[in-house]
């Protein structure tokens, strides 16, 4: 029989960034990830968000040029939206550098991670168990915490390019390709993301099929430059779950539904609440006192998600191109090309740090 103190199940940045924190604290801390390699399996895009880089530290050799300008285009790519902030708002990251990264600092503190072990595959006895593990999440099953319900499906293709120009996201709104969601293109003159997501039920076809309408029709999609890699999954878009944390553990980033309902990013989210998720577990295992537990309760933390809950449904309802087409009618007025800059370029966080 194996022993810790806390049993981290999943790799990704949540699940190492908790397992650094609590190794850095004195804590046994055993990580298992499922996946043999952390390069593999990748669903994030890995878009940094300005706050995120500037209180969090990330490794400049795995991030690329810095994006200031959005581009939001209606279902007729005609007459499109350009934001462009005084800021450097979006970094788009090489996950498997970053990730690698994180693993070895994890380690370094003293966290032991076991690679292409799945959970539990033997016998582990832990004091405290925590779920980084995904969307779907087998942890919060097993700990009987509440599981997302709300998700949408991704895929993308990630390529080299030599376009040189100014770094650019683009976000295109049609619910015939990305129903309840958008296809998007990020070209950051070194690499570009392109890629779409939306509700599993309102499909019109297999992901991957749509993924290539959107690359052959999109006019800003830039020819690729040596070899591409494929990501996709499912994404959280139904807030933080409420009942995230129990005696015996808690969920952290995708487990415990820590994405931006609307705009669908999840790395700073996933950072913050890894802090949180670290000092609450540490005082709990310190103190025996299921009081503290209290502080990591997902129905307040909910709260912060509360508009843009609200933004999620209205845009889950958005069905017709056409109603699309009228929206940006709107969009494109002094006050809706505010609230636009407002949602993307804002330096909001959650949980606060």
């Known amino acids: 029989m194996e022993t810790a103190d806390v049993l981290v199940i999943g790799a990704g940045l949540a699940g190492l960034r908790t397992a650094r924190l609590l190794a850095q604290q004195g804590l046994d801390v055993l990580v298992c990830e499922r996946r043999s390699n952390l390069g593999t399996g990748i669903r994030t895009t890995g878009i940094f968000v300005r706050r995120t880089l500037s209180d969090f530290t990330l490794p400049a050799r795995y991030l690329g040029p810095a994006v200031r300008r959005v581009v939001l285009y209606p279902p007729s790519l005609r007459a499109p939206v350009e934001l462009v902030s005084p800021h450097d708002e979006f970094r788009v990251g090489d996950m498997p550098g970053i990730y690698a990264e994180a693993l070895a600092q994890a380690t370094q503190a003293g966290a032991v991670v076991r690679m292409g072990v799945s959970y539990p595959s033997r016998k582990i006895r832990a004091r405290f168990t925590i779920g980084a593990d995904g969307a779907r999440s087998t942890v919060a099953r097993r700990l009987g915490l509440d599981v997302n319900k709300h998700l949408i499906i991704g895929a993308e293709k990630v390529f080299g390019v030599n376009t040189g120009g100014v770094p650019t996201f683009h ?183």
Do not use: K
């Open 171 to 353: 976000c295109v709104v049609d619910p015939r390709l990305a129903p309840g969601y958008l296809a998007w293109l990020v070209d950051d003159g070194q690499n570009a993301h392109a890629g779409l997501a939306g509700r599993p039920d309102r499909l019109a076809a297999p992901l991957p099929r749509l993924l290539r309408t959107f690359m052959d029709r999109f006019p800003e999609m830039p020819s690729p430059v040596g070899p591409s890699h494929h990501r996709g999954g499912p994404i959280p878009v139904g807030g933080v779950l409420r009942r995230i944390v129990c005696t015996d553990g808690l969920l952290v980033g995708d487990a415990a539904g820590a994405v931006s309902p609307l705009t669908a990013g999840g790395l700073d989210p996933c950072l913050r609440m890894a802090e949180l998720a670290a000092s609450v577990t540490c005082d709990y295992l310190r103190t025996s006192d299921a009081s503290v537990l209290r502080h990591y309760d997902g129905a307040s933390l909910r709260a912060r998600f509360r508009v843009r809950l609200l933004l999620r449904d209205v845009f889950s309802r958005l069905r017709r191109p056409a109603t699309a087409e009228a929206a940006f009618t709107l969009l494109r007025t002094p006050s809706g090309r505010a609230a636009a800059a407002r949602i993307l370029f804002g330096d909001g966080s959650f949980p606060a740090r």
